[in-house]
């Protein structure tokens, strides 16, 4: 069974410009949620779908991200226009409709220069 | 979810036991205690969660006080792989809406 997936691992970009981060949950898999660690601090929650909708999004910092689900499959996280406070690893994570335990993708790190 | 507090940092000798504590006080009835681990740079990984019981699983025990205020993740035979933070996390699901703390980091030394 394959994991969670994202794509790109790397990605460096420059201020102002647009990024878009991609998730693949396991299979079956009705919630996904996104996370970012910025500044090696603490991994903080952004926001949590299930299927293709939004059920919590409070942890999203402000209106430069969006995040979507198309089809309740995989996932997109676009950040527009990237700042340099953006930096960071940004994981996914997804779970099975018993919702008791997190499978979590290895995080794309973001450089924003 | 109730604040945990765990030490910073911990050592141990490869294929002795690892017993890493977590302190959470003010955790309500139903919250679970959830422990995850994040080796170098990959995603945090599930290792195992309970409610009041204690819990085996392949990866891990999962000892809690009788009065929920502390538990205990016994790695029974650490390995150099097992080096890794250990977060602690209190919540009512399974941590998705959480912050991961500073956690632990458990060092496992030859």
């Known amino acids: 069974e394959a994991g969670v997936t994202q794509f790109p691992s790397h990605s460096v970009i420059e201020k102002g410009q647009t990024v878009t981060l991609r998730c693949d949950p396991i299979s079956g898999h009705d919630n996904l949620y996104w996370y970012r660690r910025v500044m090696g601090k603490e991994i903080k929650f952004l926001l949590h779908?299930?299927?293709?909708?939004?059920?919590?999004e409070s942890g999203m910092p402000n209106n430069r991200f969006l995040a979507e689900r198309t089809g309740g499959t995989y996932s997109t996280l676009k950040v527009q226009p990237a700042e340099l406070e953006d930096s960071g690893v940004y994981f996914c994570?997804?779970?099975?409709?018993?919702?008791?335990?997190?499978?979590f993708g290895s995080g794309t790190q973001l450089s924003v220069l | 979810d109730a604040k945990t507090t765990q030490p910073p940092s911990m050592d141990c000798a490869e294929g002795r036991a690892a017993n890493l504590p977590c302190n959470h006080s003010t955790i309500s009835g139903n919250e679970y205690v959830y422990w995850y681990r994040q080796i170098h740079s990959q995603g945090p990984q599930y290792i195992i969660h309970?409610?009041?019981n204690n819990e085996t699983n392949e990866m891990a025990s999962l000892i809690i006080t009788e009065d929920r205020k502390s538990s205990t993740l016994i790695l029974p035979h650490a390995t150099l792989r097992d080096t890794a933070v250990y977060y602690c996390i209190v919540s009512y699901t399974n941590a998705g809406k959480s912050t991961f703390g500073d956690g632990t980091t458990l060092t496992v030394k030859p």
């Open positions: 309970g409610l009041k």
């Open positions: 779908f299930v299927k293709e909708s939004k059920q919590d």
């Open positions: 994570a997804s779970s099975g409709y018993r919702n008791e335990k997190l499978f």
